[in-house]
């Protein structure tokens, strides 16, 4: 079956532009996250999603980044007045139910300029 | 705050010689780990999935040990491939809560 997909693959913006990022998780996945990967470290947590709920926010770096997952299966996480420090690649990842396996997506990169 | 980290960063093994990769966390209160691979320019994909109460997890060439009193885990991998090369990644699950950590990865080269 299909596996996490995620749009655009590759983002170009300048400075003060909002971006946003989606996310479709494996068919049936009710858990969601998304991460933020830096070049040569590991994913970092951004937020989690149970069905549509938002059930934790704590890695988000600040208010200009949010989340959505209205209907309990696409995600969109968007940027606000993207800066540079921003640029990086942006992972969405899903699994059955809370704790069990996580699949990956090939992730988004983002360039702000 | 959790902290995971994986020693070496790097490792380079000619084909077919055994190694083990190590990932140690500082809270021991976990409720898995899971490792992964990743290719250069590609995504995560996960390889094994080891449950708190679970003391090792096995596929094919693969074995996963956990360690929870002593904060580790290591990957065995046997008769190592160049196809094994990639950055192999772990990542902690705490008890109760979603937010994974995860180490920043041994990147492994396999000489053929």
């Known amino acids: 079956g299909a596996g996490v997909s995620q749009s655009p693959r590759y983002k170009v913006t300048k400075r003060g532009q909002d971006v946003a990022l989606r996310c479709d998780p494996i068919s049936g996945h009710v858990s969601l996250y998304w991460y933020r990967q830096a070049l040569g470290q590991g994913p970092e947590f951004l937020t989690y999603?149970?069905?549509?709920?938002?059930?934790?926010k704590s890695g988000l770096p600040n208010d200009r980044f949010s989340a959505e997952r209205p209907e309990g299966s696409i995600s969109t996480l968007t940027i606000q007045r993207t800066e540079q420090r921003d640029s990086a690649m942006y992972r969405c990842?899903?699994?059955?139910?809370?704790?069990?396996?996580?699949?990956f997506g090939p992730g988004t990169r983002l360039l702000v300029l | 705050k959790q902290e995971v980290t994986q020693i070496p960063a790097a490792l380079s093994v000619p084909e077919g010689e055994n190694l083990v990769l190590n990932c140690s966390f500082t809270?021991?209160?976990?409720?898995?780990l899971q490792w992964f691979r990743q290719d250069p320019g590609k995504g995560l994909t996960s390889l094994l999935l080891?449950?708190?109460?679970?003391r090792e997890q096995t596929s094919g060439r693969l074995n996963a040990s956990l360690d929870k009193s002593s904060g580790r885990s290591t990957l065995y991998i046997a008769a190592s491939q160049p196809g094994d090369s990639a950055t192999y990644l772990c990542?902690?699950?705490?008890?109760?809560?979603?937010?994974?950590?995860f180490g920043t990865g041994t990147k492994l080269q396999v000489i053929p």
């Open positions: 990842a899903s699994s059955g139910k809370a704790q069990e396996t996580q699949y």
């Open positions: 990542a902690v699950r705490p008890g109760g809560y979603q937010k994974v950590t």
């Open positions: 999603f149970n069905y549509e709920a938002q059930q934790d």
């Open positions: 080891i449950q708190s109460s679970q």
């Open positions: 809270d021991s209160a976990i409720y898995n």
